[in-house]
C-alpha cells in the first residue's frame, strides 16, 4: 500500500493538532510520526467485507 505525504504539513503534528487538522473533504488522513498521510480510498471488497459480517 502506498502513502502520499502531505505537503502542506512542512513541520510534525501532534496528535492534539491532529485532532483538529481540516484537510481536503473527502480525504482520510492518518497521523504517522508526526507526518500526515493521506490514506487510499478502501476498495469496494474491503468495505463489503467489513460491512456484511457479522
Known amino acids: 500500500?502506498?502513502?502520499a505525504t502531505?505537503?502542506?504539513s512542512p513541520?510534525?503534528?501532534s496528535?492534539?493538532?491532529y485532532l483538529v487538522y481540516e484537510g481536503e473533504p473527502d480525504?482520510?488522513?492518518e497521523l504517522y510520526?508526526?507526518?500526515l498521510?493521506?490514506?487510499?480510498?478502501p476498495?469496494?471488497?474491503?468495505?463489503?467485507?467489513?460491512?456484511?459480517?457479522?
Open 15 to 17: 496528535f492534539a493538532e
Open 6 to 8: 502531505v505537503e502542506n
Open 43 to 54: 476498495s469496494g471488497l474491503h468495505i463489503e467485507g467489513f460491512f456484511t459480517r457479522r
Open 33 to 35: 510520526r508526526g507526518q
Open 27 to 29: 480525504v482520510r488522513y
Open 1 to 3: 500500500m502506498v502513502h
Open 11 to 13: 513541520k510534525t503534528l
Open 37 to 41: 498521510l493521506e490514506m487510499p480510498i
